[in-house]
């Protein structure tokens, strides 16, 4: 590849040129101008949703932007504060017009007779102005402030590491450490430092907890889990499927994962496996595959642009165009995202990157969202851009899985490359069991709205004696209970994890696909990828050439394909 300095273009705006993003006023009489428009034909709909569209966008951009300026200095409140003043004083403002312009649509007699291409998304705008609740608005505003707290404490959590001071992050390649006392001493102070917070996460908790049930009754709800599942647009499956889908993973899966740990603790030669011998390399190398952020970058450009060159392309114009924060750093939020900034034309990706094998998936994963975004991100028609995380997984899932043989651009020793692919492979189906866990954890927390902190955290550990078997947590009852304050998504994004599941599954089968038949599957990749949301997810699904299911037959085949895969690859 050749390396250049281009940087991102900005996308022009088509009809509100001059607007400011931080003008309430301006941006709410825009949006009553499109309400007061009469609607004689088709054309007149569609050009309101495109105006609608472009009003969005640059809401979405501006917001996007206090986001990632939030993550990137969690331990700074006023980047904190500013999103949380225009997620009050901007975004939930507009809010109402919105879906008053939404309503006009609907009611249109225009929308009864629309054509094919829009008539899915009639029924989104349907399901928005069924769920939408103006005395949730405020609830959704406090929600917003208190979920945010949650990355600030943590980012902000530092031990004391044989004499130094380090963050839960930089102490996780620790854990990779061929000598047991050194990942059992990282393991134990990442608890201890998730644990002298324990009681500020589970205040935190509750308070979320009491907004988002208020939410769910305000909106006619029984409990939140099944507002959530509304919300979300899960029209495709029921709860019912949901929590057959953890019963599915239990006994398809768990015979995987406890095969696996055994053969994980014989070859340690350890006759008990504990939680700090998960991440170590059986044969006691640790994987290296870079040693600063631009070669991590650049290797990542060349891998990419061997699927396809245009991918290739692209993280490069992210990376000179300054749309990459990928180093951990004291202060700096958990996690990784890749967030779309509609305006900009092109994402921005956020991770929190120490050196370790498991900074290559999350690079690449995020890398996936953002080809998924450059596909997407000029469909005129906001409805139609990937909303639903079941898409936008698939999405990141896949480039993992397809982007794997090339990963020998970070791993030149052979041995090296094909542990890396072995560790890549087993992880996505052990994964597994731990979404059930956090999704499962959801369900009752939500059902059972009256717990607790001391009984929720029994609960998680049963969760975690059910699907964590051939790992031993003897001693480590306090840990085993509260591993849950370590997932962020059950603090900032609720519910959204069961799509990790669902898209894991659909990964695997995409990367089946390609083994079969290359050329064919990237193919169905990238007519996946410019679909967006334009059709109901099973029918994206099979754009993509394979189908929406997580039976329990579906799941015994995946493993089966992955065992076998792995087995070859052992030889």
């Known amino acids: 590849m050749i390396y250049t300095s281009e940087k991102v273009k900005k996308k022009e705006r088509r009809f509100y040129k001059d607007l400011d993003s931080t003008d309430a006023d301006a941006i709410i009489a825009k949006l009553n101008e499109l309400i007061n428009i009469k609607i004689e034909n088709e054309k007149d709909l569609i050009e309101i949703v495109e105006r609608f569209t472009e009003l969005e966008d640059i809401i979405r951009e501006e917001m996007g932007w206090r986001y990632i300026n939030m993550t990137r200095f969690a331990d700074k409140k006023e980047y904190a504060e500013k999103f949380n003043d225009y ?311 896949s480039m993992e899985l397809l982007t794997l043989h090339y990963w020998n651009e970070y791993y030149k020793d052979e041995e090296d490359f094909r542990k890396a692919m072995i560790e890549e492979l087993e992880n996505a189906v052990l994964f597994l069991p731990w979404c059930m866990t956090v999704d499962a954890f959801q369900h009752w927390i939500y059902t059972n709205p009256d717990h607790t902190p001391e009984e929720r955290a029994n609960y998680f550990g049963k969760l975690m004696d059910k699907f964590n078997q051939g790992v031993d947590w003897a001693s480590l009852d306090e840990e085993k209970r509260y591993r849950w304050l370590f997932q962020l998504h059950i603090f900032q994004v609720p519910f959204y994890y069961i799509e990790y599941g669902i898209a894991q599954l659909g990964a695997l089968s995409i990367y089946k696909n390609y083994l079969e038949n290359p050329e064919k599957t990237i193919e169905n990749y990238i007519n996946f990828l410019k679909t967006g949301y334009k059709l109901p997810i099973d029918k994206v699904y099979e754009v993509a050439g394979i189908k929406l299911d997580f039976s329990e037959s579906y799941i015994g085949e995946i493993v089966d394909f992955v065992k076998h895969r792995i087995e070859e690859l052992e030889k």
């Open 87 to 397: 997620f009050a004083n901007i975004v939930s403002k507009a809010k109402p017009y919105s879906v008053k312009l939404e309503k006009k649509i609907y009611d249109s007699p225009i929308s009864k007779n629309i054509s094919d291409e829009y008539k899915h998304m009639i029924k989104i705008i349907s399901k928005n102005i069924e769920l939408f609740k103006e005395e949730n608005i405020p609830l959704q505003i406090e929600e917003r402030k208190i979920a945010n707290k949650y990355g600030a404490i943590f980012g902000a959590i530092t031990v004391k590491f044989r004499g130094e001071e380090k963050t839960l992050q930089q102490l996780v390649p620790y854990l990779k450490s061929p000598d047991r006392e050194t990942r059992e001493l990282a393991w134990r102070k990442r608890f201890e430092g998730i644990l002298s917070k324990k009681d500020e996460f589970n205040n935190i908790f509750d308070e979320l907890k009491d907004l988002r049930i208020k939410q769910a009754k305000n909106a006619g709800f029984e409990n939140y889990r099944d507002y959530m599942h509304e919300l979300k647009g899960r029209t495709e499956y029921t709860v019912e499927d949901v929590l057959k889908f953890h019963e599915s993973v239990e006994k398809k899966v768990m015979p995987f994962f406890k095969e696996r740990m055994e053969k994980r603790a014989k070859k340690l030669r350890i006759d008990t496996l504990r939680p700090w011998d998960r991440s170590v390399d059986v044969d006691g190398k640790v994987l290296k595959p870079f040693n600063t952020i631009d070669e991590f970058v650049d290797k990542a450009i060349r891998v990419l642009g061997k699927v396809k060159p245009l991918f290739g392309e692209r993280l490069e114009l992210m990376k000179n165009s300054g749309l990459l924060d990928l180093e951990n750093r004291k202060g700096k939020a958990p996690g990784g995202y890749n967030y779309p900034l509609p305006e900009t034309g092109a994402p921005f990706i956020f991770m929190n990157a120490t050196g370790q094998s498991s900074d290559v998936r999350t690079l690449l994963h995020e890398s996936g969202h953002a080809m998924h975004t450059f596909e997407t991100v000029n469909i005129p028609i906001i409805y139609y851009r990937p909303s639903r995380s079941e898409i936008n997984e698939l999405a990141s899932m």
